[in-house]
Nanobody, 125 residues
Framework: QYQFVESGGGSVQPGGSLRLSCVASGFTINYYAIGWFRQAPGQVREGVACINDIGKTSYSDSVKGRFTISRDNAKNTVSLQMDSLTPEDTAVYYC???????????????????WGQGTQVTVSS
């Protein structure tokens, strides 16, 4: 049984930064594309960033230029550096293995319905 454990969330003021970590267990992420998703209260879960097996990334328009996704296969970990945070970034953040296109571009669509506990990010003054 594989598992993702997200951490690094917290409360910050607008303009602040956080770095989220996603540690996988039960499988090796080396050959998988991994994505970060978020869900705000009363809203559907949305993809914000993903990275394929060779490090090619994709971002949603809402976070492009502010968030950076990276991976460390040796640590079985995918990170999300979040800068210039705004109150609209407040949500629970999750990671998941994601689908890829025929051209190996990661897609912000999870491979299955498994979701970890997530980590809460709150941006307020």
């Amino acid at each position: 049984q594989y598992q993702f454990v997200e951490s690094g969330g917290g409360s910050v003021q607008p303009g602040g930064s956080l770095r989220l970590s996603c540690v996988a267990s039960g499988f090796t992420i080396n050959y998988y594309a991994i994505g970060w998703f978020r869900q705000a209260p009363g809203q559907v879960r949305e993809g914000v960033a993903c990275i394929n097996d060779i490090g090619k990334t994709s971002y949603s328009d809402s976070v492009k230029g502010r968030f950076t996704i990276s991976r460390d296969n040796a640590k079985n970990t995918v990170s999300l550096q979040m800068d210039s945070l705004t109150p609209e970034d407040t949500a629970v953040y999750y990671c998941a293995a994601v689908q890829i296109s025929v051209r190996n571009q990661c897609l912000m669509a999870s491979l299955d319905d498994y979701w970890g506990q997530g980590t809460q990010v709150t941006v307020s003054s």
